[in-house]
């Protein structure tokens, strides 16, 4: 019996980003996965956006270009245009790798236990779309996410994000977790949804780089850094039952899990045990990490 491959629905939400876009596009509709919806929802762009989505048109679900309230109710607009059984969104300016769909459609369609996924390696692209960095993530986990380790502040013993670009969810997911991207949220609607979603269920990660975030002088992430930090500290003082590591605590324990082997540090309820799949082989597959 064939494998039932699940599908994938990406959307893109734009604007006046049409020096990316292209890249983005191509990232998505060259990865050859047999079952994808694509959406591109345009905020009335006037910088050419609309003539590079129309040359691929016809790889595309939906696409609009109309004025909206913004990138998150761009996002929303667009989901609500998809019904694959796998989610993400890409930003206009970002990319995928080109494995990355195969990756992401084999781990859910093998572990269906799995309701979101990353990667433990997040890449970073130049603005000419060349990866320069790679940041090894020692796995994520709920308790370290509520405590603060994915947002970055000089109080806190700072993992590495949850990367946007790198991240995967199931349908049921989203819809449990209320099926919307916060548009109150000017900078960190993906950190408050990585906080409705982890009330439910633990993130897994693959050690395969899955997509990158590219840095260029108008992304609005990188230069408003310290507003996406203040909005996120915000979500985790509202949803966090603990507040998050500061000062002394965060010394010790930054000190003391460098001297504690990982499962030990799990078994003493200092960390969550990082939930991680692996690559078998091609008789086994992916299966999820014991080790």
Known sequence: MAKQIPKISI?????????FLEDAIRSVV?????????????GGSTDGSVDIITKYEKELTYWISEPDAGQYDAINRGFSKT????????????????????????????LPEIEWLTTLYPLTWDECGRATKCFYQDGYSRQGFFR?????????????????EST????SLWER??????????????????????????LYAVATPLGGFREHPAQKTAYHLQDYIG???????????????KGLDCFIRSRLLGLIPKRIAAK?????????????????GWKISRE
């Open 11 to 19: 959307v893109t939400p734009s604007f006046n980003q049409g020096e």
């Open 30 to 42: 060259t990865q050859n996965y047999p079952n994808l919806e694509y959406v591109i929802v345009d």
């Open 83 to 110: 019904t694959g059984d796998i989610m993400a969104w890409l930003n206009s300016d970002d990319k995928y790798t080109p494995w990355a769909f195969a990756v992401v459609g084999d781990v859910f369609s093998a």
């Open 148 to 164: 603060g380790e994915n947002l970055p502040g000089s109080d806190r013993d700072f993992k590495g994000f949850i990367q946007q």
């Open 168 to 171: 995967f969810w199931r349908r």
């Open 177 to 202: 977790a209320g099926g919307y991207v916060d548009t109150s949220s000017q900078l960190a609607a993906d950190f408050e949804l990585w906080a409705r979603f982890y009330k439910y269920t633990d």
């Open 231 to 245: 909005e996120a500290k915000t979500v985790l003082l509202r949803c966090a039952a603990q507040t998050p590591y």
């Open 268 to 284: 003493l309820r200092l960390i969550d045990e990082p939930k991680v799949c692996v690559y078998k082989d091609d008789q086994h």
